[in-house]
């Protein structure tokens, strides 16, 4: 249950520290509608950050206002009701406290957040760590600790949304090549001229055939890299190179918005020279098909990390 971003964040990593300068957010890696919200309440401390934030909401609601798990938890930020009484602020000042709205609950994520990292501000180590060890354990497990506890869960915990919020954060630095961006061209490759199918994933009951997210998941499959099934999620298993850094292997995107990256509507292989392998539509076969068009959004480049940080509830 967590929450914020905006088009700048102001951090020294991902996971917290000094600031050294701003990290710009993703393209449209948060919902235009959020934006403003994220971005303001990103910066309320110096345990959190915009991108952080971002990640923890994507990994408790996708975003989505409505939410609702079976252990109680509602709202974006999925707070349980004993949690919301006691933490939950009237974040737009109208004179009430809503948990289904996002002007009310992101700032209560984001000042939730940071009471947690008031409580083990002497702990050694990283701010943002302890910060998120305290979210899943308790303060007091930071504090027995002297840091994050040897809880498998609460490492795995800490470790997910640190891996997650890379992917919504701009890259400072030119993205790394994936080793396994190879293997997937070459499936995606021995896949030309299959018929698209839609919700097609290979099955021999679809007579091999695939969508366009279907055919991504399936290449990254061969090298041992699990994706989400759909386009949109994919989008956040890694980081994003810009349009001239592209490398063979990144997956390409294109939307109907943006500004949104949940309303990505289709994905394919790049191969280099402005060209992706993709399912494109009924009708249509797996091909060759040129990158550069009206909708065109951006990229990804899968890291091991960064598929397995991705919820599967989203």
Not at 12 to 36: I, S
Not at 171 to 180: E, K, M, N
Not at 256 to 269: K, L
Request: proline share 7%; net charge neutral.
């Amino acid at each position: 249950m967590l929450l914020v971003v905006g088009v700048y964040i102001v951090a020294g990593n991902l996971a917290g520290g000094a600031a050294a300068g701003r990290v710009g957010l993703a393209k449209g890696a948060v919902p235009a509608a959020y934006q403003t919200l994220v971005q303001k309440w990103g910066n309320l401390c110096p345990a959190i950050n915009p991108a952080l934030l971002a990640a923890q909401l994507y990994q408790e609601s996708g975003f989505n206002p409505g939410a609702r798990s079976p252990a109680k938890a509602q709202g974006i930020a999925q707070f349980i009701p004993g949690t919301w009484a006691t933490h939950g602020v009237d974040g737009d000042g109208d004179g009430d406290r809503d948990v289904w709205d996002p002007e009310d609950a992101i700032p209560s994520a984001a000042s939730y957040d940071c009471e947690l990292a008031k409580y083990v501000k002497d702990i050694p180590g990283d701010a943002s760590a302890n910060m998120l060890a305290s979210y899943n354990a308790g303060a007091y497990a930071v504090i027995r600790y002297g840091g994050v506890p040897p809880y498998r869960e609460t490492r795995n915990y800490v470790k997910t949304i640190t891996t997650l919020a890379k992917s919504f954060a701009a890259p400072v630095a030119r993205v790394d090549p994936s080793r396994q961006a190879a293997g997937a061209i070459a499936y995606a490759q021995s896949k030309l001229g299959t018929p698209y199918l839609w919700g097609g994933t290979g099955t021999a009951a679809q007579s091999g055939r695939f969508d366009c997210s279907g055919l991504t998941q399936a290449s990254y499959d061969q090298v041992g890299i699990k994706l989400p099934r759909v386009a949109n999620d994919q989008y956040n298993a890694g980081p994003h190179p810009a349009r001239n850094e592209l490398l063979p292997g990144d997956l390409v995107f294109f939307s109907h918005d943006p500004a949104d990256s949940r309303a990505i509507h289709h994905v394919g292989i790049y191969v280099g020279g402005g060209y992706m392998i993709d399912a494109p539509r009924t009708g249509a076969v797996i091909r060759f098909d040129p990158i550069d068009g009206g909708d065109y959004f951006g990229a990804t480049r899968v890291t091991e990390d960064g598929a397995k940080a991705l919820p599967t509830h989203v």
